[in-house]
């Protein structure tokens, strides 16, 4: 019924007929507060060079179920032991990874992650074949909000998107054997210990912004995306980066003309534009970005940006 009088209404103010009524009610529905989610879903997934394809938003952290060691075969453990002896030449790390063994169930939510285990050798010998590892992890979307600034890292020398921007974070350490994983606790964990690693700050846990998963379509990468974390001015001050890259610090009004850049990992940039996309939680109050609210960045990002920031 009340949609019979907001039809009325519309079609006296706009003279237009019923059938621009209908389309004009239909946009303002869209936005309602319970599509909102689905509405950033959409329209990140549908821009291929975003690079991710995002799965759901969920109130729970997944839960892990480790099936145990991934199978190799003969040929693959010879490569496996040399790419291990090489990466202990280089004085890199050879951390327990987990792999995806099948696919979850996405709408439930927690959504549970049936993982096999394998250290980084593994990883990079099934690259080689030109198989993309589902490897669990975990980033953040990451802000001062007393700054005005959030704050990314310049990716080092690693083997994916090296010296590109991206958001914070890294992959979940399973339990292999009789060893304790810091990550047992699942992929807030995770997030907890590579923020402390790579940037030397304090994660607060129990203050967590909205969640979603999603794919990054290129390497198989399975990321739980925390949207909008904030730190304190102090953490930020104190905060050095690693091996794996250094950090760097965006002012908001300057989040325009950098996400229009090429100097990003294409997921990364999707995370914050999913952020943007949301209401860019954990800001003040109607927050600009230069001369944009979260949402006009967004869908200026999203239709100008990805098309200009590849050529």
Known sequence: MWKWFFDRYLERIFNKGADRVEKLVGNLLRFR???KNEYVIT???RQPLNDINIKNFYAHQPRIENCGSFFFNDSQQLAVSKKSQLLQSENRPNDPHAILACDPIWQSDPVVFH???LDYAGVLTLREEGIKPRIISSSAVFLCPELRKLIVQRRGKVDTFPNKLHTIG?????SVGSGVSPDRKGLLRTLARELSEETQAFFPIDNVPPMMVSTEVSTGFIQLVLLGVSLSKRSVDD????WEGSIE??????LPSVLSSRDWVPSGRAHILAWLGIGAPNTAKRQLFGRYSAKELFWESQEKGPSSFYL
Not at 170 to 174: K, M, W
């Open 249 to 254: 610090q965006i002012p908001f009004d300057q």
């Open 33 to 35: 507060k319970n599509d």
């Open 43 to 45: 329209e990140i997934n």
């Open 170 to 174: 890294g992959a979940y350490i399973p």
């Open 115 to 117: 993982v096999n285990t």
């Open 239 to 242: 905060m050095e980066g690693n």
